[in-house]
Structures are given as structure tokens and as C-alpha cells.
């Protein structure tokens, strides 16, 4: 068929050409072709048009286009199916979902247990201290749970386990006793669950209040009959301000001590004073004793030591010579008279003689070679004369005379003789 359409595409391009004319240049441009041809065309689709009149009244056939070629027929390849994809994703999903839950649970089960703990700061020496704390055993239950804890002034670390109350019901307590509250306390907390897994607390300080007493004097001096004094110091530590009692064990017999006031109360971080005064009787036996003073708040005591000497009383003795004087009547006899101080004895010293015969004009006086009969004596000896007189009117005869010497406590005599004899004979 290709080769009669050629054919006959020949023949009309003879046709067209053979006449030799040529057309001259007014030919009028024709129109474009019509897209579709006519009803009735060429069976081919090749139809010829005759071109409109120009004014040269030259016919001019349409070119020739030839058909279109046919084109094969687009081959459709099945696409390919999706479903192995679409599984491959689900698996894919589901395997990382799985892995994701698996560390999940194994990061809830496998951890350490958790530890809720309101921390003491303060405590009272000699007084126990509670500690308590709220444990969570992790991702499973909890094995123990142990207070670790130290004791500054000891710098030991003791453990106790805390358990549970009667209840059952957290939280977990351990309590420290007060005989080993007797400074301030580091402290943490341990928890283990049934994994072996632990963790523990941050350490903690508690601040144990406290006092100190102590004496101004350690060593105190004094006679039987007589006394001393000291003062007693009551210190606060860590904030410490309530009431101390004090007291004192020890005393020997015939010996006596008073504190005044007898409760003290230190401020916080200061001090308070009391005074303690001891008297003693003069039959308080000599000798050194050691007291114990106490102070006491609450379950808190705390002692000092202090140290007493008794001496033997104070004292003095007198002794006068010669013991005998015989003098004639209207002449004076002297005595020598001798004062001795004993353990330190201080004070004022009166004498006075009697015996002696009084009033009128013959009475026989006496003096003592001191002011108004009067002498101190202070851990020394004193020598002193009496002196007696007579007169010519004074009576005769022998006289026992007693020297008294007094410090309105203490009264010691001597006795000598007197012998008065008539002028002459």
C-alpha cells in the first residue's frame, strides 16, 4: 500500500509541475489547510483542495502531507507488589517496639533503690537521736537499709540497720543511743535491694548540744572553823541554754558548801557563774579531800574536780614567865608574856589579868605594854610585858593571877603568881 500512495503522489507532483509555468509574483499567499478533511476525502487521508482565484486566474493545487504513521501499541509492565515491603516495615516496627519495652523494664527493675530522708541538724548530748528515711527498693524489693555514722570526738563509723515500725508501715527508723551521743555526729544512709544494687544518702552533720563546768580554783586552803571560796562556771556549746543544777560530793564532816545561785543558765554559746562557798566547824578533822561539783540538765551531766585542804584550826597560844614573883609591897613585878599564832592565825588579841586584889587605894593594878591591852597577831609571834603594881597601902599575901587572852572566838589562858611581901623584913 506504501507503494501505490508513493505512486500516486508522483503522478500529482507531475501533475503540478509539468506545466512548466511559473506563477507569477501577485499569486495570492493561500490559506492553511484545513486539519480535517472533508467527508468523502481520500480513503489515505491525502485530499488535494483547489486554491482560490487569484487575479492571474492561475489554478494552484494544495501541497501534498503525508498520513501519519501508525505507532505500536505502549507495552504495560504489571507493576510490582508492595506487600513484602509492607511486611518487611511491620517486622521492622515491631522489632524496635519490643526492644524498646525490653530496656524499659530492664532499666525499671535494674536500678538502684531511691532514698527520702528529712535530715536531723541538732541533737542534746547524753539524749538519743531518731533517725528515720523513706526507701523505695527500685525495680524490686529492698534488702536493708543501714545508718552509717560517726561520733566526731571518737572518729569511729559504727552501722545500724533501720527497721520498720511495729506497723509494718515506712518509714524505716534507727535510733542512736544517748550514751553514745556524746559529741557531734556525721552520718548517711545506705539502701540495698535484692539485685545487690545501693545507693546512699549525701553525709549529714548533726550539731550536739552541750555544756562544760569547770571551778576558778582547783585547790582550795583553809583551818577548821574557818571557810573559803570559789567560783563555778557553767559554758554553753552548740547553742545549749537551759537550766543546770549544780551540786558538790565529797565534803568531809563538820564541812559545808553552798552554791549561789544554786541553778544556773547559760545563754546560747555563753557562760553563767555561780558561787560556791564552804565554812567549816573547828572540829572539822584536818586533811585533803577531793570534791566532785556537778551539773546536771536533763539526761546531760558533767563534772569537775576540785581539791580542799583542812587544816588544823586557827589558833594561838599564850605563856607568860616567870610562872612566880615575889616583890616587896609598894614595888612592880614583870611578866614576860608570849602570844603564838597557829595555822596561820590572824586577828586581834585582848588580854586582861584577874586575881587581883581591887578597890580603894590599895588595890595592885596591872597594864600590858600594848595599846589599851590590845594586840594583832598575824602568823607570828608577839611578845608583851605585864606589868603589875602595888602600892604601899596594897594588901599582902600570895595571889594566883590567870592572863586571859581572847579574839572574841578563840580564848586561851595562863596562870602565874604574885607574892607580896610588907616593905620591910
Known sequence: MEDAIEGEADIEMVSLFGAGEFLEQNVSTPKPLESTPPSGSYPYGVYSKTL????????LSSAYYPPPRSRPAPTYYPRPSRQ??????LVILFAGLLLTSTALIFLFIYRPPGITHTPVVQGLANSPVSLNATIVGGGTWLQNATLH?????????????????????????????????????????????????????????????????ST????????????????VTVG??????????L????????????????????????????????????????GIYTLTVTGWSGNLTHTSTLTIRVNPPRDFDISATPTSIEIRRGSAAYYNVTLTARNGYSGDVSLQVSG????GFGGIRYTFTTYRNTTSLSGTVQRLVLVISTTALSPLGTYNLTITATDGVLTHTTEVALN??????
Do not use: C
Open 52 to 59: 482560490p482565484q487569484t487575479s492571474t486566474s492561475h489554478k
Open 84 to 89: 513484602p515491603l509492607r511486611i518487611l516495615l
Open 149 to 213: 555514722y560517726n561520733v566526731v570526738d571518737e572518729g569511729v563509723w559504727r552501722k545500724k540497720l533501720m527497721e520498720l515500725p511495729p506497723s509494718g508501715v515506712q518509714p524505716y527508723v534507727a535510733v542512736i543511743s544517748g550514751s553514745e551521743v556524746t559529741s557531734d555526729i556525721t552520718y548517711y544512709i545506705e539502701a540495698v535491694n535484692s539485685l545487690g544494687l545501693s545507693t546512699n544518702t549525701r553525709a549529714y552533720f548533726i550539731q550536739v548540744k552541750n555544756f562544760n563546768i
Open 247 to 286: 551540786s558538790i560530793t565529797g565534803l568531809p564532816s563538820g564541812v559545808t558548801a553552798t552554791f549561789n545561785p544554786q541553778t544556773v543558765t547559760p545563754p546560747s554559746n555563753g557562760l553563767a557563774t555561780s558561787t560556791l562557798t564552804f565554812s567549816s566547824a573547828t572540829s572539822a578533822p584536818p
Open 216 to 231: 576558778e580554783a582547783k585547790r582550795l586552803v583553809f583551818s577548821a572553823g574557818y571557810g573559803n571560796s570559789t567560783v
Open 420 to 425: 607580896v611581901k610588907p616593905e620591910f623584913g
Open 236 to 245: 554553753s556549746l552548740r547553742g545549749f541554754n537551759s537550766p543546770v543544777s
Open 356 to 359: 587581883l586584889p581591887t578597890g
